[in-house]
């Protein structure tokens, strides 16, 4: 655990109280006050604001893929990646005490949950209703008092306000996993050139010059750099500019990582390191799991 992250006091999520943020706030950061904010722009703010001392914020998970937004928010945040975790999600499908399972007709539950159970919606003939948060999705469904609507969100919500579960991990695979990233005011980058692996995270933009991608690739390829992540996104509300996120496995001043990014300069437009932290222990895990789901599905 980083120093920045131990000596927290107040941490940021998205989401209201029992939300899977406030769960992922708990785990990685424990000894703090788990802070509620309506939108990922809030939780970001309260960092730079200086209300929170971190931020924790969903970037993916293993069955929705990306989340939405997060992307394009974190360039101009701002704030430093200073840790990452990775949150085992279990969805339980929360009721009114007493409401039969089959009686449900309505769910609620924010997007990226509902598109984690459509085995559930599909075999209940539910129709499905997204909320801005899976535990207030919950609330919703406590102040309704209606046994036919339902709510996918965390066992802790349905505690927190006083639901049923009706039925228990209805996520769609096992291997249900949401990865957080941590993120401070100030830049903490672990030592270079050591054995634990280090993650760096970055955005660029290519130069608008024949196979640009290709070129600012080779540099980590021909260096042995692993890159885990590539995803592109559009930018500025056109089709033409181009924004990549990229992640890599190692420092930026070990000298395969320090090569591959100048060659990542050379033929970019701008790049920007978003920060340097420690891979988290589930990681391998993690990564485990998605090629398992993968060999399954071929």
């Not at 927290?8 to 006050?33: C, I, L, M, S, T």
């Not at 008092?145 to 228990?168: C, F, I």
Request: net charge negative; glycine share 8%; charged share 20%.
């Amino acid at each position: 655990m980083t120093s920045l992250i131990a000596q927290a006091k107040r941490v940021a999520f998205q989401g209201e109280a029992g939300a899977f943020g406030n769960q992922a706030a708990r785990e990685a950061v424990p000894h703090a006050e788990a802070v509620p904010q309506e939108t990922f722009e809030d939780a970001i703010e309260a960092v730079r604001s200086g209300a929170t001392d971190l931020c924790i914020i969903p970037i993916e998970n293993a069955l929705h893929g990306r989340i939405a937004d997060i992307h394009h928010l974190l360039p101009d945040a701002g704030l430093h990646i200073v840790g990452e975790h990775f949150l085992r999600i279990n969805l339980q499908l929360l009721g009114l005490k007493g409401a039969p399972v089959d009686g449900v007709r309505t769910i609620f539950s924010q997007g990226p949950a509902l598109g984690q159970c459509r085995k559930l919606i599909r075999e209940l003939k539910l129709h499905a209703q997204e909320w801005h948060d899976t535990a207030g999705s919950a609330r919703h469904v406590a102040e309704l008092n209606d046994p036919t609507v339902a709510a996918v969100a965390s066992a802790l919500a349905g505690e927190l306000y006083g639901l049923e579960v009706l039925r228990r991990d209805v996520e769609d695979e096992p291997h249900n996993m949401t990865r957080f990233l941590i993120m401070s005011r100030t830049a903490e980058e672990p030592a270079p050139h050591g054995d634990a692996t280090v993650m760096t995270s970055l955005v660029f933009r290519v130069r608008n010059v024949p196979a640009a991608l290709y070129k600012a690739m080779g540099g980590f390829a021909t260096n042995g750099v692993n890159m885990t992540k590539l995803e592109s996104y559009q930018v500025g509300g056109t089709f033409t500019a181009t924004q990549f996120y990229a992640e890599i496995e190692g420092h930026p001043e070990d000298r395969p990582v320090r090569l591959a990014l100048e060659e990542l300069q050379f033929f970019s437009s701008q790049s920007q390191i978003l920060g340097v932290y420690p891979a988290h222990a589930l990681r391998a895990v993690a990564a485990a799991g998605a090629v398992g789901a993968s060999s399954s599905r071929t």
